[in-house]
């Protein structure tokens, strides 16, 4: 996701410097180009070699070594960053950027650096919480640089509290989020609904189906990259929820209905990718389910139609995508669908294609609105979702 991005880390002296490892790490599998500078102090807790054999670049330290490719290292790789990150970031190097202090090769390049910055804090408790900290962190916001709140637990010095550094996989979610792809979805907001719904028999069991909810987590966390305002209505999947999405958990169908249904005026585009129950038991009892020969039987009744409800409220200007899973007569199916349900655009799935449907990491989709139809070949569930958002973008 970062391919052609120059990402530089500021590394200053924290015990949690030797996490950065890592995250330089997860940086060159998303095919950054990654740049580590580290003050000297940081240096007591990783050794530069770390930093270069992961990212095969001189690790930058002192602003007087000779040994530079360029004289003017400090200002070239300010100018060349897309964003520069200092994490972990320590009490004296959060004082010196927000005074303007530039005397080494950290605080130098963060001074030319233009590229967004952001800065996650890592100290002891009351380190944290001393005023004069927290004063030079509300300066630096208001110079535009970015404060990652700093976790709470137990911390190097054996406090417990707010101060920790966020883990790295928590970082990478923060730079991918401001590096990883234009703003191209800044200002709308964005409704997504991922996996199944789950409709009690009875208070043990109940009638789900395979849904995974991997097709609408990637249209959400896609629309969040590209700057949308997104709130994701999911059923119960075993995903972890991506971040910086709203996140509304439901259950049934009917829970599904009332979350959707109270946002969609406030939603300039609409995404349904859940697999809504078409059925639901009609009563929710042991006793009624049971018959006299030991077999079940189950009253079924049919759940509101969502999109279809969505179709009839839909207000001027919002845009309401369906998805639909078909084993036969897809096209035929899903343009009767589009129209049943007054959509902008279906997404046609064959369930009988492989590498698509429930489960995969891949799908193999059509593109189906009023006037036109796209047939997409197999691609990543995370493609497709940028896919779907160019459609929807363009009209
Ligand atoms: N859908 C919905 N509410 C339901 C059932 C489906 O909002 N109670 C939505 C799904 O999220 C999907 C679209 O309708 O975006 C099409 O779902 P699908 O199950 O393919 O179509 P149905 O209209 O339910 O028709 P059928 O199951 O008979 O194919």
Same mark, same amino acid.
């Given at each position: ?22 995250? +330089? ?36 330290? /002192? ?5 530079? #490719? ?6 070239? @790789?300010? %100018?060349?960053? $897309? ?7 320590? %009490? ?29 804090? +890592? ?18 916001? =208001? &110079? ?28 990478? #979610? &923060? ?10 979805? %800044? ?46 209505? *999911? ?10 999405? /709203? ?9 599904? &209905? ?8 406030? =939603? $300039? ?9 078409? &059925? ?12 006299? $020969? ?5 009253? @079924? !009744?049919? *759940?509101? /139609? ?27 199916? =899903? ?24 489960? *995969? ?7 189906? !609105? ?9 691609? =990543? ?15």
């Amino acid at each position: 996701m970062l391919q052609g991005k120059t990402i530089v880390l500021g590394v200053t002296g924290s015990i949690a410097a030797y996490k950065i490892a890592s995250l +330089a790490s997860m940086l060159i599998k998303q095919h950054a180009d990654v740049h580590v500078i580290m003050t000297k102090n940081a240096t007591n807790f990783i050794h530069p070699t770390a930093f270069e054999t992961l990212t095969n670049h001189k690790c930058l330290v /002192d602003t007087f070594d000779r040994n530079f #490719q360029f004289h003017v290292a400090h200002v070239n @790789l300010a %100018a060349q960053a $897309d964003l520069m990150m200092i994490a972990p970031a320590s %009490a004296n190097v959060i004082g010196k950027l927000a005074n303007g202090i530039a005397d080494d090769m950290l605080t130098t390049t963060a001074m030319a650096c233009k590229a967004p910055m952001l800065i996650a804090p +890592a100290m002891n408790t009351n380190m944290y919480e001393n005023p004069v900290l927290q004063d030079n962190l509300e300066k630096l916001r =208001s &110079y535009g640089k970015e404060i990652i709140e700093p976790a709470s637990g137990m911390l190097a010095c054996r406090d417990v509290g707010k101060g920790k550094m966020p883990e790295p996989e928590v970082l990478l #979610q &923060y730079i991918l989020r401001t590096a990883a792809r234009e703003k191209d979805l %800044a200002g709308k907001k964005i409704l997504v609904t991922a996996g199944p719904t789950q409709e009690a028999i009875d208070p043990v069991r109940y009638i789900t189906n395979h849904s995974t909810g991997k097709m609408g987590y990637a249209i959400a966390q896609e629309a969040m990259l590209r700057g949308a305002e997104v709130t994701l209505i *999911t059923g119960p999947c075993a995903l972890e929820p991506p971040m910086f999405v /709203d996140v509304c958990p439901v259950v049934s169908a009917q829970d599904m &209905y009332e979350a959707v249904v109270s946002r969609q005026q406030e =939603s $300039d585009v609409i995404i349904m990718t859940a697999a809504v129950a078409d &059925y639901r038991p009609s009563t929710v009892s042991d006793e009624k389910i049971k018959k006299a $020969d030991g077999s079940l039987s189950i009253p @079924l !009744t049919r *759940t509101t /139609d969502i999109l279809k409800t969505l179709g009839e409220r839909k207000r001027t200007g919002q845009f309401l995508c369906g998805f639909s899973m078909e084993t036969q007569n897809m096209l035929e199916n =899903s343009r009767s669908k589009l129209a049943k349900k007054n959509l902008d655009m279906i997404v046609a799935n064959n369930l009988k294609v492989a590498g698509a449907g429930f489960g *995969t990491d891949t799908n193999v989709v059509t593109l189906i !609105t009023p006037d036109s139809e796209k047939e997409l070949p197999l691609m =990543s569930k995370q493609e497709v979702a940028g896919r779907i958002l160019d459609e929807i973008k363009m009209r």
